[in-house]
């Protein structure tokens, strides 16, 4: 069974930059054929897309955030990490870790994690 788990620092000043994690459980971020996905979500706003790892370390991010939006990974704590920087009180969100099947589309989620931007 499939389990994502987001991690992050909860509170960030403007400008500055901050990273998430998310730890999966269940099978390897490198073998299997699956892009990790981080998805996020404004108060009272939709869900946005951010961008994603593949299992070869392909990267792909969306471009309105690609100016300022790194994804990686941690091979050995089988994690995938998100970094944004610059950031805005825009910014504050749920952020999201989940699989995207590349076929079927995101199945699996983790619960989110809320990243508040403000001094």
């Known amino acids: 069974q499939w389990q994502l788990q987001e991690s992050g620092p909860g509170l960030v000043k403007p400008s500055q930059t901050f990273s998430l994690t998310c730890t999966v459980s269940g099978g390897s971020i490198t073998t299997t054929p699956y892009c990790w996905t981080w998805i996020r979500q404004a108060p009272g706003k939709g869900l946005e897309w951010i961008g994603c790892i593949g299992p070869a370390g392909d990267t792909y991010v969306a471009p309105s955030l690609k100016r300022r939006t790194s994804v990686s990974r941690d091979m050995s704590k089988n994690q995938a990490t998100l970094h944004l920087d610059s950031v805005t009180p825009e910014d504050t969100a749920v952020y999201f870790c989940?699989?995207?099947?590349?076929?079927?589309?995101?199945?699996?989620w983790g619960e989110g994690t809320l990243v508040t931007v403000s001094s």
């Open positions: 989940a699989r995207d099947t590349r076929s079927s589309g995101l199945d699996y």
